[in-house]
C-alpha cells in the first residue's frame, strides 16, 4: 500500500475523469481502501483536514452523495457546511459566478459541488482559489460515484483490468455511466452499454464502449452487472413507452441475470426504483453489493479530500 | 437611409487600385472616381491619373472592391441596448468593412409594424455610420402563427421578412406567408429548425456533445424543415432564402431545389465555414450559436459548396451577447457570436487558405446578397453609391476581443491569427473608417 507521502494524485481539483491515470486511480483506491479500514473502526475520526473548511454547494437536490461527503468530511476533522439551494439567494436569481465568488470570500479550502447543467463545476472552479470536487454536473461527469464503484468491484473481485461490465439503463442522461466509462477503460476493463437506443447518446462507443440493445446479449457472461436509475421523467419526453415494458425489456430480472456469470456482482448507484429497472429480489441478492457501494463512497470520499488537502497551501 | 445630405461631398480618386468587383467579374488595376456619393467613374484610364481638383488616395495596388452586405445582423436596439445600438453596430461594421448591414426583428418589441420599422430607420439614419436596413418579422410577435402586414411594411422600407431565430412550425402559415409575399415580390428569409427536435438542445449531436454531456440536435432537424420548405416553394412560387445552411444534407436539399429552378437561394455564417464543434472544448460559451457548430465533415462540405456557387450568401449573424448572458454553464448559455468587424478577415482564412477563390468569396458578400434584397450597392458601377473598402489582403493581425468596437465582446476569434485587414471603408462616398496604423499616399 502506498504510504502517504507518495501518493500520486497531485491535482488541485476533481473535476472529470476522463483524464485521471490508472497511477492516480490506483493512488485514490488505495487510499481509500485504508479509509474503509479506519471507518470499521470504533473511533473514526482523524484530524488530516483539521481546520479546514469544506462547503457541500448542492445546487440540486441529493440526500445519498451529500451526507457522504459530510461525513467524509467531519471523519477528517474538517468543518463541514452544507448549503443548498432552496431559499439561497441561488434562487432569487444569483449567477453561479456569482454565488461562487461570495463563497471564495469566505475562503473555503474545498468545495464539494453538484449542480444540473454540465460543465458548472468546471466553469466555478476557475473562478475560486480553493479545490473543488465535482459531486455530479448535469449528464456530464460525477468522479466519486466512478471512483466507488471500482473501489467496491477491486474489493469484491480482487481486480478490475480484464473483467466485463455491463452498464444498463438510461446512459443518455446518465453522469455516472459517463465516469465509470473512462474508468473502467483506464483500468483495463471492458465495458458494454445496455440501453434502448433512445436512451443511448449519439457515438457513444466512441468514448471506449460496446453498445448493446438487447440486454440478453449484453448481460452475456459479463462479470458486473451495473444498473442505472430510470428517472419517471423519461416518459414524457417519449424514450421509453411506460415502466411495465421498460421493466420487461431492460429490468434487471432473475432470467437476465441468469445470463451474466454465476459470480456476477449487482451494481446499483441509487436511489433504486425497484420493479422499474431492478427486481426487489434481486436488490437484496447475496450478489448484490449496492450496500458495500454506499459504504465505499464515504471512503472514497475520504481518499479524494485527503489526496486534495495534500495540494492544499500550507500557511 | 443615412444621412450623406451633407452637401458639397468633396469629389475623391482612388488610384492605383486592384478594382475588384464581383458582380461583373472585373479583377485590374484601375481607378475610381467617387462623386456626390456616388461611383461617377471608373476603370484602368483612372489607375495613374486623378480628374482636377479631386482628393485623391493612393491605393498602392491594394484591393478596392465594393463594400461589404451583411444581411444578418442582431442588434439590441430597441429593447436591449446595453448589448448593441445600431451605432455600436455600425461602428464595427465600418470597421470590419460592412457598409450595409440588415438588422434582424429580434427585438423588444420586435419588428412587425410599420412604426417600428420606422423608428429603426430613423434611429439608423440619425446614429449609424453605415447603411441600415431592416428586415421585419413575417409574423406578430415572430409567434409563428399570424402573419404580418408584409405589404404596408415592405412600403415602409422592410427589405425582406424573416421569422428570426426561430421556425415557423405551422406549416399552413408558412404556405400562406410564402404564397402572400409572392404577391408582393418579398423574400421571406427563414431560420430552418425543428422546434421539438431542437428543444433543449445546446450543441450539435454527436460525440463531442456525448463527451460533454451535453443535450444535442441532430442535423436532420434543419433539414426537415428545409425539405418542406423547399415543397411549399414549389407549391407558392415565393421566394425564398435559407438563412444558415450548416450540414452536407441541407445542401443537398438546397442543390436539388435550385436545379429544378425554384427561387430557393440560402447563406451560411462566418461561424459555420470557419469553426467546428470541437472548437466548443470546455465548455466554452461564445462558441454557442444557433444552429450549432457541426462537425469539421459539415464545415468542410459548406466551404465547398461556397466555392461551387451553391451557397449564395455568406452572413456575420453578428449577435451581441454579454456577461449576463454568456457567463454561465454553456446549457443556461444564450446562443449568439458577434461577427461584423471580423467577417471579412475570418473569410479570408478560406481565401488563404486554398479552399476559395477571391472572387466567389467577395460575391457571397457583396453583390450576391445585394441582389437578393434589391439593393444598389454591392458593385463597381458608374451609378453605384459609393460605398467601398480598400483591403490589404495581406496584413496580419490578432484579434484581441477588448480591441473590438461592439458594445459586446462575445466573439469566438479572439487570439486567432487573422490575415487580411480593412483600410479604409467608404459609405456614400465618405470615410467611416480608417484603420489607424494605414499610411497612405
Not at chain 1, 462507443?205 to 453498445?211: D, I, K, S, T, Y
Not at chain 2, 468633396?10 to 487600385?17: G, I, M, P, S
Not at chain 2, 449609424?128 to 408584409?150: C, F, P
Not at chain 2, 458577434?338 to 478577415?345: C, P, R
Request: charged share 25%.
Amino acid at each position: 500500500m502506498t504510504s502517504p507521502t507518495q501518493i500520486s494524485f497531485a491535482r488541485r481539483h476533481l473535476l472529470t475523469c476522463a483524464d485521471l491515470t490508472a497511477g492516480e486511480i490506483d493512488a485514490l483506491l488505495d487510499l481509500a481502501d485504508k479509509a474503509a479500514e479506519s471507518n470499521r473502526q470504533i473511533i473514526k475520526k482523524r484530524d488530516v483536514l483539521r481546520g479546514r473548511t469544506l462547503i457541500n454547494l448542492f445546487f440540486e437536490a441529493s440526500t445519498r452523495t451529500q451526507s457522504s461527503f459530510e461525513l467524509a468530511g467531519k471523519r477528517l476533522g474538517a468543518d463541514v457546511m452544507n448549503m443548498s439551494v432552496a431559499g439561497s439567494s441561488m434562487q432569487k436569481g444569483e449567477t453561479l459566478i456569482d454565488t461562487a465568488m461570495t463563497l471564495n470570500a469566505m475562503r473555503p479550502d474545498i468545495l464539494v459541488v453538484r449542480h444540473h447543467a454540465a460543465g458548472a463545476v468546471e466553469l466555478l472552479a476557475q473562478k475560486v482559489d480553493c479545490s473543488v470536487v465535482n459531486a455530479g454536473d448535469g449528464a456530464h461527469q460525477h468522479p466519486t460515484q466512478a471512483l466507488l464503484d471500482a473501489l467496491t468491484i477491486r474489493r469484491a473481485k480482487g481486480r478490475i483490468a480484464g473483467l466485463t461490465v455491463a452498464i444498463c439503463g438510461d446512459i443518455l442522461h446518465s453522469r455516472v455511466a459517463r465516469s465509470n466509462i473512462n474508468v473502467l477503460n483506464t483500468l483495463g476493463a471492458r465495458v458494454r452499454l445496455v440501453a434502448p437506443s433512445t436512451l443511448l447518446p449519439p457515438r457513444v462507443e466512441r468514448l471506449g464502449a460496446e453498445v448493446f440493445t438487447d440486454m440478453n446479449a449484453g448481460l452475456d457472461r459479463v462479470d458486473i452487472v451495473m444498473m442505472l436509475r430510470l428517472q419517471r421523467e423519461r416518459m414524457q419526453g417519449s424514450y421509453v413507452p411506460s415502466t411495465r415494458e421498460y421493466y420487461h425489456f431492460f429490468g434487471l430480472d432473475h432470467e437476465k441475470l441468469a445470463r451474466a456469470k454465476p459470480d456476477a456482482l449487482i451494481m446499483h448507484p441509487g436511489p433504486m426504483n425497484r420493479g422499474v429497472e431492478i427486481a426487489s429480489t434481486i436488490a437484496d441478492h447475496s450478489r448484490s453489493v449496492i450496500r458495500d457501494q454506499v459504504e465505499m463512497g464515504v471512503a472514497v470520499r475520504m481518499a479524494v479530500l485527503e489526496a486534495m488537502a495534500r495540494q492544499l497551501p500550507n500557511r | 437611409m443615412r444621412r450623406n445630405e451633407t452637401a458639397a461631398q468633396e469629389a475623391t480618386t482612388f488610384l492605383n487600385a486592384r478594382l475588384i468587383d464581383p458582380a461583373s467579374g472585373r479583377d485590374e488595376p484601375g481607378g475610381v472616381l467617387v462623386r456626390d456619393g456616388a461611383i461617377a467613374d471608373l476603370g484602368g484610364h483612372l489607375r495613374r491619373n486623378a480628374p482636377d481638383r479631386t482628393r485623391i488616395v493612393d491605393c498602392r495596388g491594394l484591393v478596392l472592391c465594393p463594400g461589404l452586405v451583411d444581411m444578418q445582423v442582431f442588434t439590441g436596439e430597441p429593447g436591449q441596448e446595453h448589448r448593441e445600438t445600431l451605432k455600436t453596430a455600425s461602428h464595427a461594421a465600418a470597421a470590419g468593412g460592412v457598409t450595409t448591414m440588415v438588422v434582424m426583428p429580434d427585438t423588444e418589441p420586435v419588428i412587425d409594424q410599420v412604426a417600428l420599422v420606422d423608428f429603426v430607420q430613423r434611429r439608423a439614419r440619425d446614429n449609424a455610420i453605415v447603411n441600415v436596413h431592416v428586415m421585419a418579422a413575417m409574423t406578430k410577435g415572430l409567434n409563428g402563427q399570424e402573419m404580418t402586414e408584409i405589404g404596408l411594411l415592405q412600403r415602409a422600407g422592410a427589405v425582406a421578412f424573416t421569422n428570426g431565430k426561430s421556425s415557423v412550425a405551422n406549416t399552413r402559415v408558412m404556405r400562406n406567408v410564402l404564397l402572400y409575399a409572392r404577391d408582393l415580390g418579398a423574400l421571406i428569409v427563414h431560420h430552418t429548425e425543428d422546434p421539438h427536435l431542437s428543444e433543449g438542445a445546446v450543441m450539435n449531436a454527436g460525440e463531442v456533445a456525448t463527451r460533454l454531456g451535453l443535450p444535442g440536435v441532430d442535423k436532420a432537424a434543419e433539414t426537415i424543415v428545409l425539405e418542406r420548405d423547399v415543397c411549399l416553394v414549389q407549391l407558392t412560387g415565393g421566394r425564398y432564402h435559407a438563412s444558415q445552411i450548416s450540414c452536407a444534407e441541407s445542401l443537398a436539399v438546397v442543390r436539388a431545389a435550385k436545379a429544378r429552378g425554384l427561387p430557393v437561394t440560402c447563406g451560411a455564417s462566418i461561424n459555420h465555414l470557419t469553426l467546428n464543434e470541437n472548437d466548443i472544448g470546455p465548455y466554452r460559451t461564445f462558441f454557442r450559436v444557433k444552429p450549432p457548430l457541426r462537425a469539421e465533415e459539415d464545415r468542410a462540405a459548406v466551404v465547398r459548396a461556397l466555392a461551387a456557387g451553391e451557397i449564395d450568401v455568406i452572413v456575420s449573424s453578428h449577435d451581441p451577447q454579454d456577461a449576463d448572458t454568456k457567463r454561465h454553464p454553456f446549457a443556461e448559455a444564450a446562443d449568439g457570436a458577434i461577427g461584423l468587424e471580423t467577417l471579412l478577415a475570418a473569410a479570408l482564412r478560406l481565401y488563404h487558405n486554398g479552399e476559395i477563390a477571391l472572387m466567389p468569396l467577395l460575391a457571397a458578400m457583396t453583390a450576391h446578397p445585394a441582389r437578393l434584397l434589391g439593393l444598389p450597392s454591392g458593385r463597381l458601377q458608374k451609378g453605384a453609391p459609393a460605398d467601398l473598402i480598400l483591403v490589404d489582403l495581406a496584413q496580419p493581425w490578432v484579434v484581441d476581443r477588448a480591441q473590438l468596437r461592439a458594445r459586446s465582446r462575445n466573439t469566438p476569434f479572439d487570439e486567432s491569427k487573422m490575415q487580411g485587414r480593412v483600410l479604409l471603408t467608404m459609405v456614400a462616398g465618405n470615410p467611416v473608417y480608417e484603420y489607424p496604423g494605414a499610411e497612405r499616399g
